[in-house]
């Protein structure tokens, strides 16, 4: 039963062009949502929130987007930079700060 | 400020065998979760502790069990090892129950043979 998912495993994009990536939910007790990022042997890093009292949420070059009734989100990196090249995961928690996570979408961005 | 640190980074195991963990927590931190990323999927839950105690736990057998001790560092255990335990292994830490964002360890890669 996969309550998060993000149906695109990769995405490849120009540098300087926006990247979008999706995330899909079924649990309607989400009540927060997050972006992490990863690096290959490193541990995924915290990118970027949104609560669902809102429908968007911005920080610099990466806007989460929060649509309820569709149970869908989704990040937008504008302008895409060759260091944003990693894979992306989108996660959800309900009480309590246990996260449920995508499968994730691995971005590269060509030079 | 230190990061949270796993250690080993990779292990290499035979099934039946049993397996330790080891996590330490950011500075400041009070609760550990870990996490179970199989090859080409996202982490998955195991448990999380709080101040020394198991506070919720993901859908994995009793043979995974956990410690947290008075410094906030945690150690994984997972006993009679499958193949299918082969995954990195996430620590991540976190300031209270009801901070979302998660700071992770670089993992632990297990390999069972």
């Known amino acids: 039963d996969q309550q998060v998912k993000q149906n695109s495993p990769s995405l490849s994009v120009q540098e300087g062009r926006i990247s979008i990536l999706n995330c899909d939910y079924t649990?309607?007790?989400?009540?927060?949502f997050l972006w992490y990022k990863k690096y290959p042997a490193e541990g995924p890093t915290f990118l970027i929130s949104?609560?669902?009292?809102?429908d968007k949420n911005e920080d610099g070059r990466f806007t989460v987007f929060l649509n309820k009734s569709a149970k869908h989100l989704s990040l937008h990196i504008v302008p895409s930079q060759p260091g944003d090249s990693a894979v992306y995961f989108c996660?959800?928690?309900?009480?309590?700060?246990?996260?449920?996570f995508g499968g994730g979408t691995r971005v590269l961005v060509k030079p | 400020e230190t990061g949270v640190t796993q250690s080993p980074t990779h292990l290499i195991k035979t099934r039946g065998q049993q397996v330790t963990l080891r996590c330490s927590s950011q500075?400041?931190?009070?609760?550990v979760s870990w996490y179970q990323q199989a090859l080409g999927q996202g982490p998955q839950f195991i448990f999380q502790?709080?101040?020394?105690?198991?506070?919720g736990r993901g859908n994995f057998p009793p043979r995974f069990s956990g410690l947290q001790f008075p410094n906030y560092s945690s150690e994984l255990n997972v006993n009679a090892l499958e193949l299918d335990d082969s995954a990195l292994y996430l620590c991540?830490?976190?300031?209270?129950?009801?901070?979302?964002?998660?700071?992770f360890g670089s993992g632990t890669q297990l390999s069972v043979l």
């Open positions: 991540a830490s976190s300031l209270g129950l009801s901070n979302e964002k998660l700071f």
């Open positions: 649990n309607s007790m989400f009540d927060y």
């Open positions: 949104i609560s669902s009292i809102k």
């Open positions: 996660a959800a928690k309900a009480a309590g700060n246990k996260l449920t």
């Open positions: 500075s400041g931190h009070n609760t």
């Open positions: 502790y709080y101040r020394e105690e198991e506070n």
